[in-house]
């Protein structure tokens, strides 16, 4: 179907991704959430590796925490099945990150779609030697192949 449209073909670049650092605080992500309309925000060391992702999951949980009475907020945690609730309360964005699924950025975009659908995730982080050098999205192939059907 594709003549091998490489992940770096259609992949938003590092310089234009919005990103925490590991020692950033969970007010600092709350911030981004007020800033820009993602649903996750990958997490990055002082060199650039990347350590994970922290999603809306995870600031929805702990802004719950801040905001309900303990009792409710148990009650909610408990009907969620929500496991290591510990994780979540300490505002660290090191405990709070979850471990991305990531992709070389040669590799070809089908790999890339069957990955995302087989994970049921929107977007992977692309890495070279665990740097984080993009982002691609399933919106980002579903542009790609209808524009490359068009040609």
């Known amino acids: 179907?594709?003549?091998?449209?490489?992940?770096?073909?259609?992949?938003?670049?590092?310089?234009?991704?919005?990103?925490?650092?590991?020692?950033?605080?969970?007010?600092?992500?709350?911030?981004?959430?007020?800033?820009?309309?993602?649903?996750?925000?990958?997490?990055?060391?002082?060199?650039?590796?990347?350590?994970?992702?922290?999603?809306?999951?995870?600031?929805?949980?702990?802004?719950?925490?801040?905001?309900?009475?303990?009792?409710?907020?148990?009650?909610?945690?408990s009907r969620a099945e929500v496991k290591n609730i510990e994780r979540y309360i300490s505002g660290d964005l090191s405990k709070l990150c979850s471990q991305p699924i990531t992709i070389h950025p040669e590799a070809r975009i089908e790999e890339a779609a069957a990955t995302m659908i087989r994970n049921n995730i929107d977007r992977m982080m692309v890495t070279e030697e665990d740097k984080l050098v993009g982002v691609i999205s399933k919106r980002d192939i579903i542009r790609r192949l209808i524009k490359t059907a068009e040609q």
Do not use: C, Q, W
């Open 1 to 77: 179907m594709t003549d091998a449209i490489l992940v770096r073909d259609v992949m938003t670049e590092i310089k234009d991704i919005v990103y925490v650092r590991e020692d950033d605080h969970i007010e600092d992500l709350f911030k981004h959430y007020k800033l820009h309309y993602y649903h996750s925000f990958p997490v990055l060391s002082e060199d650039g590796h990347i350590k994970g992702v922290v999603n809306e999951d995870i600031v929805l949980i702990r802004l719950l925490y801040d905001f309900l009475p303990p009792k409710e907020f148990s009650s909610i945690i």
